[in-house]
């Protein structure tokens, strides 16, 4: 018993690649990677591709950004280019 959190990503690939055997990765949150905004007001869990100079241990086929922010009060944001 007990509560089992997780999430599922599924993400559209290219027209070469819809034919690839479908792939699992378990990754538990000790090794999802996160790091502080540059002004230390928030925090990135990097769960696929790369923020603030941290990559994220879970690998796409496609190049994507998934990445849970927390900021406090008056804390950085999310850059412009990437909004």
Known sequence: GGT??????????LAKDKMV?????DTPPDRIPKVAT???RG???VIAGEAL???????TRTPLM???VS???GGGGVPKKNN
């Open 4 to 13: 089992c959190e997780g999430f599922q990503l599924w993400v559209n690939l």
């Open 21 to 25: 055997d479908p792939r699992y990765q």
């Open 38 to 40: 540059p002004d230390g």
């Open 43 to 45: 925090t990135v869990s």
């Open 53 to 59: 100079g941290t990559k994220a241990t879970i690998t």
């Open 66 to 68: 998934y990445l849970d």
């Open 71 to 73: 900021l406090s009060g």
